[in-house]
């Protein structure tokens, strides 16, 4: 899988495979308002931005995903077109976001998961810390917070 460090310029990309992503998964798991709201917040000023802004993160060569890590600590985003979904995306940026993490010092990350993305993130390693409730355009959705101690791979 072919990765890329994101660049500024990307920002519209980002958008568009963030909002694909939700309105091509989401349904499965999620209601048609909840898919609405979520969906939403890729276009909606302010939201998406310090992430896009600060975070360092990868996107993968073909534009169908993404993920960043804001702050240093934080698994803060990760996206999947659906039409690339399943296809190991998801574990290729997880790969390269955990070892940058521990590249600059980091020894355990955080995150707050979807239901799409929680059984990821536990074949991952991942633990659950406890689910949450969250309003997003007030409408509730359950997510989960979730941490991993990263560990140096031995040779």
């Not at 980002?14 to 694909?20: G, P, T, V």
């Not at 960043?68 to 997880?94: K, N, Q, T, V």
């Not at 955990?98 to 980091?106: H, I, K, P, W």
């Not at 998961?113 to 059984?119: I, N, V």
Request: proline fraction near 5%; aromatic fraction near 8%.
């Amino acid at each position: 899988m072919a990765l890329r460090p994101i660049a500024a310029e990307d920002q519209p990309l980002l958008r568009e495979i963030y909002a694909d992503a939700i309105e091509s998964q989401a349904p499965l798991l999620y209601s048609e308002e909840q898919v609405r709201a979520w969906a939403a917040l890729a276009w909606l000023p302010g939201v998406l931005d310090t992430s896009f802004r600060e975070g360092s993160g990868w996107l993968t060569t073909d534009g169908s995903a993404f993920a960043i890590r804001h702050p240093e600590d934080r698994l803060s985003l990760l996206y999947c077109r659906g039409c690339a979904s399943r296809r190991g995306h998801g574990s290729a940026l997880l790969n390269r976001i955990e070892a940058d993490a521990l590249a600059s010092g980091v020894r355990h990350l955080r995150t707050e998961a979807s239901q799409f993305s929680r059984p990821l993130l536990e074949r991952w390693g991942w633990v659950v810390e406890a689910p949450e409730t969250i309003l997003i355009g007030g409408v509730p959705f359950e997510r989960y917070r979730m941490v991993k101690l990263l560990r140096q791979v031995q040779s």
